[in-house]
């Protein structure tokens, strides 16, 4: 089937600590993958995204990387900052090709980063 | 700034009124979706429209509309609620391709009494 499994959290952290959020996807077809973040009281906004196999994405410091082998998309940051406490959802496309691509979600994970 | 803008934030309502969800946006976005999200949980998908047709219901009760006037507007009517109900709706949009991400609107949240 498809789905996404990312690490249940919540994840506490002090500012300028090493972030991973760990993230799988089942590998049906060839889905593109998302990272998007919801601040508090906001909707969903689009953090970084990779297509295919090996792809890099990166934005604001993250970076996550396509892995086909190990059907992962792990996030990372080199140094997180009070600012990036937020919920992150990984998500995967459902379908391939040109057709219209519904997302399915990991359930979050609750970052909280202290100063 | 969000560039898809849903109206009103809030919403409150009794379980015999009909309100509508608005949401627009004029990126030329051809897909529209709306979403159900309740508190710690991931947005759940309702509808898909995809050049201002229906191409997708989640198995969502008929108490729940949805409408797409244009190709930038999306509404969802609701009517005959329960207290269940009550949840962040959001909508998104994006350009056609399963490779496209969706840009999401800040949400109406609703609460059924």
């Known amino acids: 089937g498809n789905s996404v499994t990312q690490m249940e959290g919540p994840v506490t952290l002090s500012e300028e600590a090493f972030l991973t959020i760990n993230c799988t996807y089942t590998?049906?077809?060839?889905?593109?993958l998302f990272w998007y973040v919801q601040y508090p009281g906001e909707g969903l906004q689009l953090l970084l995204k990779a297509t295919k196999a090996d792809d890099k994405g990166s934005n604001k410091g993250f970076e996550a990387t396509y892995r086909k082998e190990t059907t992962s998309f792990h996030l990372e940051k080199g140094s997180v900052q009070v600012s990036d406490s937020a919920v992150y959802f990984c998500a995967r496309s459902m379908n391939y090709g040109g057709s219209q691509g519904n997302l399915i979600f990991g359930k979050g994970t609750k970052l909280s980063v202290k100063p | 700034d969000t560039e898809v803008t849903q109206t009103p934030k809030h919403l409150v309502m009794g379980m015999t009124n009909k309100k509508s969800l608005k949401c627009e946006q004029h990126m030329g976005h051809r897909a529209m979706y709306w979403y159900k999200q309740k508190a710690k949980k991931p947005p759940e998908l309702m509808f898909v429209?995809?050049?201002?047709?229906?191409?997708i219901n989640e198995s969502v009760p008929s108490r729940f509309s949805p409408e797409c006037p244009n190709s930038s507007l999306l509404n969802l009517h609701l009517h005959a609620l329960q207290p269940e109900d009550s949840a962040l709706y959001l909508c998104?949009?994006?350009?056609?391709?399963?490779?496209?991400?969706?840009?999401f609107g800040d949400g109406t949240r609703l609460s059924i009494l």
């Open positions: 998104a949009s994006s350009q056609q391709g399963s490779d496209q991400p969706q840009h």
């Open positions: 590998a049906t077809g060839y889905p593109s």
């Open positions: 429209y995809s050049y201002e047709k229906l191409s």
